[in-house]
Every structure is written in structure tokens, then in C-alpha cells.
């Protein structure tokens, strides 16, 4: 392994896992613009590009939920086509694969993208031919990533056993779990048990978006009463932790029982500190997490929103943590030992790719 400290640059060369990333979330500026020209979507506040990309960061930054909301409102805008789904689909995996992620579980909800008329089956079929077409280019600059899906169900709907019926309908060909997403508070986990029940008697997999804005009753009912695999976010587990005026750290029950179980906790730092769970990088949770051992791996949820890659997501946390790459592998491996992938083809990437990557970097 290279004894060089990470670079932006040289982390960008090394094998990357991706477990949390929203597809409307993570559009190309240019893309946003065009396809609001393509599809006839007149509600941008602007489309000159560059004024776009700065606006959507802008809003996703001023602390207020409703310019937060109206970001995804534009995205979402503007891929109601299967061509628009398909092209942002294709471009979120040369994205990824162009940063150096080698496998990426990228998540939607299927319900926002029928405002004119598509059924949840063709937004799911547009979504996966995008990614076959953004995978076939990048290997074509010899880039190679594996592309899956989680299909979201939003809590404040009332759809979650209709989407996960259609996760496990469409698992053979791409679809690797189900997830919840949207607002917390007044809408906890346990409203969608039927749902979850659903997808364990399938023998399916899913996360729950839990413990960001909302605190440890949120995460107690992902795991306890849904059964939730991971926890998207998760970062609020910490309200379960204190360190005593002798410096000792003790876990409560909760934290312990997160810990001792291995529960994945997808951590998407700029995010945090746009939405408020998080006061700035360096005084992110996550430090004390990856210290305390807790199965922590690193995203970037919203891309376009937080003007971030998940090289960018690891610089600043090499800034602030002083991590070498040692730690990036660890989160690296942490992250593909979690996915929602057969053990042989997650031990394959963690040997023949991941392990391979590290040992080769530039000395
Ligand atoms: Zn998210």
C-alpha cells in the first residue's frame, strides 16, 4: 500500500464501494438543463448551466427544507420520460465508474417518475437499461463497475408493499433491495411493517433510511420491528454513546447492539452537514464511529446537491480525520462486505479488485 497520504487525485485511481446514492440526486447540471429543453419542463429558475449547478447547491445548503425540496423537485421534473430515465441512469454510471467506484448500489423512488403517465414498471426498465448502456461505455474506456438498484418506497406515500413487490418482481435482473425515504419525524418505519415483512419472506434485502434528522426511536424501530439490514444515514446511533469526564466512551444498549451485529451504517458526510445532522466535516460522528469500530461506510447521497463525488466524500475526510489509506480500504471493504450482492461475487470484488487496488497505488 502507498505510503504517499490520499490525494483527491490518487483517491480517484483507487477501487471505491458506493451503498448510498440517490439517481435523483446525482444529475449532470448540463443534463438538468437539456432534458428541461427535451421534455418541455419550464420551472427551472435558470438554464444557463453554470448558474444551475451553483443554485442547486445553493438551495440544498440555506438550511431551509423548502429550497432543499425544490432541488429534487426540478430533478425529478425533468426525468418523467423513459429517454430522460434512461440517459441520467447511463450517466450516473459513468460517473461513478469514471471516480473509480467499482460497484454502487444507486437508489430511486419509482412513484416520482409517473407524473406523466409511465408505470412503475417501464420507470424501472428505462432505470436498468440506463445503467447496462452508462456500464457497457465505461468499460469501453476500460473502467469497470457493477451497477445495482434499490428501489425506494417514500414514507409519506402510501405505496411501500406495491414498491416492494415490484423490488422483488424485478430482482433476477438488477434490483438488489428496497429502502424507505422522505420525511422522518411523524412518519416512523413501522407504518410500512408490511412492506418489510414482505421482502424478509421473500428472502430479499433492504435498508431504512434512519436516524438522520430523526433520533434513536428511529433507528430502535428500522431494527428491531422492521428488521432493516443497514441503516441509510444511521448517524444518530451516536445519542446512544457518551463519554464519561474520564474520557471513557460507553455504549448504550441500542449502540451496542449496532455494533456487536455488524449493522452497516451508510454515512453520507457533506449531506449531513447540509441538512443539519452534522455541524461541519471535522465534527462529524463518523470519526468516532470508524474509531469505535462500528461498521461505518462512506457515500454521497446527493451528488448534484452537495457538489460532491465519493473521492471528494474521502478527501475531505482524509482532511479532516487525517486517515491514510489504510482507513480508506477499511471503509472500502466495510462497504463491500455490506452490500446487497451474493457473498461469492462480494468476496471476488473484495480479493480480485478491491484488495488488488490498494496493494498497487502509486508509491
Ligand atoms: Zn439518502
Redesign the pocket.
Known sequence: MSDLAPTLETIRTAPKVLL???LD?GLRPRTVAELAEATGYRELPTTDVAELERWFQAAANSGSLESYLETFAHTCGVMQTEQALVRVAAEAAEDLAEDGVVYAEV?YAPELFVERGLSLEAVVEAVQEGFAEGTRRAAERGRRIHMATLLCAMRQHARALEIAELAVRYRDVGVAGF?I?GPEAGFPPTRNLDAFEYIRTSNAHFTI?AG?AFGLASIWEAIQHCGAERL??GVRITDDIKTDERGEVHLGRLAGYVRDRRTPL?I?PS?NVQTGAAPSIAEHPLGLLARLRFRVTV?T??RLMSGCTLSSEFAELVDAFGYGWADIQWFTINAMKSAFLDFDRRLDLINNVIKPGYAKLPN
Open positions: 448510498h446514492d440517490h440526486g437508489r429502502d425515504a433510511h438522520e441509510g444515514h451508510e453520507c449531506s457515500n447521497d446527493n
